[in-house]
């Protein structure tokens, strides 16, 4: 399975990233110690994460997910062989949230406690803050990488024009710069990060970790019809923008395909990501052994053009 880096750094991953937003709420601290260790078993080794994960979750407060990876890779005895992906800047709580210097400096420390540890390979910025001037936030990802708590700097929910400024900021003032973009992406939601962000990553060799990489689950053909919303909490969200006539075209095109390599839709959508030339490693999440074996599967799945290019012709927007 060949390695691949992130951005222009010398972190290398294998091609898969799990998405640690399970943690704390749909699998407990057991179940997701079982998950981790199955999947670093398996040669991978990524995780990422973020301090507001899974603040949603009724009697949580946010910190959860990094706490249950902290605890676990203490147990395990493991950091140095762990990739560790971490966020800021969602919401947690009154005045603790964005990205001004003050508040990254807080919540750096916060984040590092609940990891146990005492730097964060892959620091991320989770979404823009355009009440913070670029330079400010810039600066002190900066300052936090001089400080050696960080190895490298990576962008989340960023618009092309937002993401190509700080690019062109950091250039600038000789700061590091953001190294990888987690913007949502997949089979089925393609206009976004194609319509601009794709150029500007490939340009400026801006590694891609994209989130919701198997639609919340739609991907996996679980869902087809209303009956099978409630397969998990995600699924009520799954009708109203996922179960159209585009949607099924996808779900028939996956399934011919997994069909012909013996492989199954999950599989199929997750190969199609690899097979982008933007994507460095699609994150994906799994709350079962028997869904994490699949998903590790993915990288050994080889697509032709032909197959590429009927997945392509299903998903295109009407």
């Known amino acids: 399975m060949k390695s691949r880096a992130l951005g222009r750094t010398d972190i290398q991953i294998a091609p898969i990233v799990f998405g640690g937003n399970v943690f704390g709420w749909t699998i407990d601290e057991s179940r997701s110690f079982e998950i981790l260790d199955a999947f670093v078993a398996g040669g991978f080794h990524c995780i ?141 939601d393609r206009a976004h990060f194609e319509g601009g962000l794709e150029k500007c990553c490939l340009d400026q060799g801006v590694g891609v970790i994209p989130y919701f990489s198997l639609a919340s689950g739609f991907l996996s053909g679980k869902y087809r019809s209303a009956s099978d919303l409630n397969k998990s909490p995600r699924g009520q969200g799954i009708q109203r923008k996922y179960l159209n006539e585009r949607g099924f075209r996808i779900l028939q095109a996956l399934d011919e395909v997994a069909q012909e390599l013996k492989a199954n839709p999950t599989q199929v959508s997750l190969a199609w990501l690899l097979h982008r030339p933007s994507i460095t490693a699609p994150i994906v999440s799994a709350t079962t052994l028997e869904q994490l074996q699949d998903l590790m599967r993915a990288p050994q799945l080889e697509l032709s053009k032909e197959i590429l290019d009927r997945l392509n012709i299903a998903s295109r927007v009407d």
């Open 48 to 188: 990422d994460t973020a301090d507001v994960y899974s603040s949603w979750v009724p009697g949580n407060k946010g910190g959860e997910s990094e706490s249950i990876l902290g605890r676990w890779m203490k147990a395990r005895g493991n950091r140095k062989k762990i990739v560790l992906a971490t966020k800021l800047g969602s919401p947690m709580g009154p005045d603790r949230k964005g990205l001004k210097k003050s508040y990254m400096m807080d919540a750096v420390e916060a984040s590092l406690r609940r990891l146990q540890t005492d730097y964060i390979d892959l620091y991320q910025a989770h979404q823009d803050d355009r009440e913070t001037p670029l330079d400010e936030t810039l600066a002190a990802f900066d300052a936090l990488i001089q400080q050696g708590k960080v190895r490298a700097i990576g962008a989340s929910n960023y618009e092309a024009d937002r993401l190509s400024a700080a690019l062109n900021v950091s250039q600038s003032k000789g700061l590091h710069r953001y190294e990888t973009l987690q913007p949502e992406y997949n089979l089925y």
